[in-house]
T-cell receptor
Framework: AQSVTQPDIHITVSEGASLELRCNYSYGATPYLFWYVQSPGQGLQLLLKYFSGDTLVQGIKGFEAEFKRSQSSFNLRKPSVHWSDAAEYFCAGLSGTYKYIFGTGTRLKVLA | NAGVTQTPKFQVLKTGQSMTLQCAQDMNHNSMYWYRQDPGMGLRLIYYSASEGTTDKGEVPNGYNVSRLNKREFSLRLESAAPSQTSVYFC??????????????FGPGTRLTVT
């Protein structure tokens, strides 16, 4: 069965440090993958998406993600974290034409 | 352009009461979705509507019904609320205009408590 896994429930980093959030997927064909961010009390906002082509994709707010088929991973990265990046991050994949599978989320805490 | 709107923002129900969560989008999107979000479980799909006039069950449809009233509106109804339905509910939409758009756009959510 198709699945999306985020192994880290919580991540804490210091402001200015680099960040990597992990996402692993289990799909038969080339997956369509997404990263969303959710600030407290808000809906989800799309950070970036991967469909095909260049495996390094750039998103909003300085985020990027790299698709690695050999590792079944789509990890989210940011070179220097800002306090405003504290939020919950969700990796998701498109399953079939209409359904999406979401990971369980990673909550990011940023230390001043 | 409001995007995806949801009403109400908060609701408290007693067990057995019914209510309808409303969702509307002004992006002319074809597909609409209802999710519930519970701590540690991510988002789980309740129902979706691929296009006006169609609805299909998702991962957790029991206890819910939906109506795709028109292209803009997609409502979620709880006929007899149970404490297990305490959750945050998100509506989302996705367009299939021109190039194939894959990403969803989310509403702000409805926080529902059933006592």
């Amino acid at each position: 069965a198709q699945s999306v896994t985020q192994p880290d429930i919580h991540i804490t980093v210091s402001e200015g440090a680099s960040l990597e959030l992990r996402c692993n997927y289990s799909y038969g064909a080339t997956p369509y993958l997404f990263w969303y961010v959710q600030s407290p009390g808000q809906g989800l906002q799309l950070l970036l998406k991967y469909f095909s082509g260049d495996t390094l994709v750039q998103g909003i707010k300085g985020f990027e993600a790299e698709f690695k088929r050999s590792q079944s991973s789509f990890n989210l990265r940011k070179p220097s974290v800002h306090w405003s990046d504290a939020a919950e991050y969700f990796c998701a994949g498109l399953s079939g034409t209409y359904k999406y599978i979401f990971g369980t989320g990673t909550r990011l805490k940023v230390l001043a | 352009n409001a995007g995806v709107t949801q009403t109400p923002k908060f609701q408290v129900l007693k067990t057995g009461q019914s209510m309808t969560l409303q969702c509307a989008q002004d992006m002319n999107h074809n597909s609409m979705y209802w999710y519930r979000q519970d701590p540690g479980m991510g988002l789980r799909l309740i129902y979706y509507s691929a296009s006006e006039g169609t609805t299909d069950k998702g991962e957790v449809p029991n206890g819910y019904n939906v109506s795709r009233l028109n292209k803009r509106e997609f409502s979620l109804r709880l006929e007899s609320a149970a404490p297990s339905q305490t959750s945050v509910y998100f509506c989302a939409s996705r367009g299939l205009e021109g190039g194939f758009q894959h990403e969803q756009y989310f509403g702000p959510g409805t926080r529902l408590t059933v006592t």
